[in-house]
């Protein structure tokens, strides 16, 4: 019973966390990007300081998400354009080359003071020309994975009077 409750409570809670994707969610998505978005938002992540950083490019589309290596520039805690994507021969190249820009319908929509912030190691989704939705994932500052707490022993061992 305690079983179920606890999963009951971590799908509520995720469905709380995603919540504010829900379009993207609404079917699910397969891939990788469910165990990278679970990880940083539990785990949290340092501030990311100024500067070139590696990242996980994350590309979801009709449900389906694949994630590549890339890098980004960080200023002022905001990601800076461009972004790459890394290709098999370690070679970086701009994002562009794969997507379009970004829908500005979409962009009109959005708090342009908000729109390239990075929270717990993530960027906010941004949504392309193609409608492809895409999230970076600044992986090497999020935070160590938490232990277990250790659990005590039932009442009667831990409780009974010693024997002399």
Same mark, same amino acid.
């Given at each position: ?6 999963? #009951?409570?971590?799908?509520?809670? =995720?469905? &709380?966390? +995603? ?23 539990? @785990? ?16 979801? /589309? ?7 290596? &890339? ?5 002022? &805690? ?12 370690? #070679?970086?190249?701009?994002?562009? @080359?794969? +997507? ?13 003071? @908000?729109?390239?912030?990075? %929270?717990?190691?993530?960027? /906010?989704? +941004? ?10 994932? +600044?992986? %090497? ?5 938490? @232990? /277990? ?8 061992? =831990? =409780? ?5």
């Amino acid at each position: 019973m305690k079983i179920v409750c606890t999963l #009951a409570m971590f799908f509520l809670m =995720l469905s &709380g966390v +995603f919540a504010q994707e829900k379009s993207i969610f609404s079917q699910g998505v397969e891939g990788c990007y469910e165990d990278y978005y679970i990880a940083f938002h539990e @785990r949290g992540a340092d501030p990311i300081p100024d500067g070139e950083h590696e990242v996980v490019f994350v590309v979801l /589309n009709q449900g389906k998400s694949d994630c590549f290596m &890339g890098k980004a520039t960080v200023k002022d &805690g905001k990601v800076a354009l461009p972004v790459y994507i890394q290709k098999d021969d370690e #070679a970086y190249v701009p994002a562009e @080359r794969m +997507f379009k820009s970004l829908d500005m319908e979409w962009v009109a929509k959005q708090d342009i003071n @908000r729109l390239y912030e990075i %929270t717990d190691g993530m960027t /906010n989704i +941004f949504q392309t020309q193609e409608k492809y939705h895409i999230r970076l994932f +600044f992986h %090497t500052f999020i935070h160590p994975d938490h @232990r /277990n707490n250790k659990k005590a022993p039932p009442a009667q061992e =831990l =409780l009974k009077e010693e024997e002399n």
